[in-house]
């Protein structure tokens, strides 16, 4: 069993759509990270998070300690949207554990 | 914000020969930069971390001699693939680690063996 899972791992929005993408964790963490890998494989770190909600401009991420549970969300979709979204769980001992990742495409 | 640049973003090389990739974090001092490797439809795995001065820690089932890691400054770090084989043409990112800093991503690199 992975120490970060993610759910789904595909997904196709029309544009304008709201957009959730949820990661559960098993490891004790120390903060929880949220990537973006463009189609071309380059990671951009979008939100580091260790409670509660943090947002910047159509994202949103979300994250319960006590559930071990994390969710990312899109208001909004736009088609550039389209990227791979990477859940990244730092533990304690500053090692991540990342999920597979979620495929998103947004459709014109 | 930290930027971490990494070059080149594509390669291609023939089998036996050696590649070197390059990683530099261009407005903070890396103390420690994270090598990881990246299989289609996968995670990211990590094969490496690197201190500025030290020789690199090796995760369990990466060959050191195959994968050879310089951390020679504190903005730049460098993966060389060596003898590189069809099998190891992958995507490789990099990630740094700095005082104040949080952890910066690379934009990787693709290796194709031919």
């Known amino acids: 069993k992975n120490e970060v899972e993610q759910s789904p791992q595909n997904l196709t929005a029309q544009e304008g759509e709201f957009i959730t993408i949820n990661c559960s964790y098993s490891v004790g963490i120390s903060a929880l990270h949220w990537l973006q890998q463009h189609p071309g494989g380059g990671i951009v770190s979008l939100f580091m998070?260790?409670?509660g909600k943090k947002k910047h401009g159509r994202l949103i991420a979300t994250i319960n300690i006590q559930e071990k549970h994390s969710s990312l969300h899109i208001t909004a979709s736009h088609p550039r949207d389209s990227a791979v979204y990477i859940c990244a769980a730092l533990s304690k001992g500053n090692q991540f554990y990342f999920g597979t990742g979620t495929s998103l495409t947004v459709i014109p | 914000g930290a930027v971490v640049s990494q070059h080149p973003s594509r390669v291609i090389c023939k089998s036996g020969t050696s590649v070197k990739i390059e990683c530099r974090s261009l407005d903070f001092q890396a103390t420690t930069m994270f090598w990881y490797r990246q299989f289609p439809k996968q995670s990211l795995m990590l094969m490496a971390t690197s201190n500025e001065g030290s020789k690199a820690t090796y995760e369990q089932g990466v060959e050191k001699d195959k994968f050879l890691i310089n951390h020679a400054s504190l903005t730049l770090s460098t993966l060389t693939v060596t003898s590189a084989h069809p099998e190891d043409s992958s995507f490789y990112i990099c990630s740094a680690r700095g005082f104040g800093y949080g952890y910066t991503f690379g934009s990787g690199t693709r290796l194709t063996v031919v």
């Open positions: 998070l260790s409670s």
